[in-house]
């Protein structure tokens, strides 16, 4: 079984503030998601990261996959109130047919 | 991307008794997926359902009590058969994007039982 291990599953930061959130696996992904996920809402692909050591920038948020491929993180920084929500990690699967395993998620919440 | 709406949004349910759920995609996918998310858990993957063959279960999920039926690319449903309190949960459907290893979301189905 695959697992991926997500921290910190609880953050609660003020404005401003820098965070980062990590997602470790024993398991190598052929890639891996991140997720960011509203009250009432599903899932929100953010960024899906391929190669190892590959680095994503999407405004304020940094994604990274480890050399490795069986790692990666999330950092925020300059974190704003708009940044509070359940993030997920998932890595990707393909044995046959393709498969996401999610981390246990991150709620965030950002304090004005 | 692809646009998915799910039915119902939200519903409470009596102990016992079923409820099916209905995900419709605008535009044609093979892969359709399952999952369901339990209050403050992550998300935990039911079932990958395929356009014209039997759904794949993963373990601890069982045909018997969600049924799942794909009739076409563009549509599925889930059952939650005999109902328990324990089954109040977010369920979504999920769907693999057209030519790519993303996956998207639905809005959820968040299910009550009393």
């Known amino acids: 079984t695959q697992l991926l291990e997500q921290s910190p599953q609880f953050l609660s930061i003020q404005e401003g503030e820098n965070l980062t959130v990590y997602c470790n696996s024993s398991?190598?992904?052929?890639?891996l998601q991140w997720y960011r996920q509203e009250p009432g809402e599903g899932p929100v692909l953010l960024v899906t990261?391929?190669?190892?050591?590959e680095v994503k920038k999407l405004k304020r948020l940094t994604f990274q996959f480890g050399d490795a491929r069986k790692d990666s993180s999330l950092h925020i920084t300059a974190a704003q109130p708009g940044d509070t929500g359940l993030y997920l990690c998932?890595?990707?699967?393909?044995?046959?047919?393709?498969?996401?395993?999610f981390g246990q998620g991150t709620r965030l919440t950002i304090n004005p | 991307s692809a646009v998915i709406s799910q039915k119902p949004s939200r519903d409470i349910c009596q102990r016992g008794t079923s409820l099916t759920i209905q995900c419709q995609v605008d535009?044609?996918?093979?892969?359709m997926f399952w999952y369901r998310q339990q209050p403050g858990q992550s998300l935990t993957l039911i079932a990958t359902?395929?356009?014209?063959?039997?759904?794949?279960?993963e373990s601890g999920f069982v045909i018997d009590k969600f049924p799942i039926s794909r009739p076409n690319l563009t549509f599925s449903t889930l059952t939650v058969s005999n109902m328990s309190p324990e089954d109040s949960s977010i369920y979504l459907c999920?769907?693999?994007?057209?030519?790519?290893?993303?996956?998207?979301f639905g809005p959820g189905t968040r299910l009550t039982v009393t």
């Open positions: 999920s769907v693999l994007g057209p030519g790519s290893y993303e996956q998207y």
């Open positions: 398991s190598v992904f052929s890639s």
């Open positions: 990261v391929v190669t190892g050591g």
């Open positions: 998932a890595g990707v699967i393909v044995q046959g047919a393709q498969k996401l395993v």
């Open positions: 535009s044609q996918v093979t892969m």
């Open positions: 359902a395929n356009q014209g063959s039997e759904a794949t279960y």
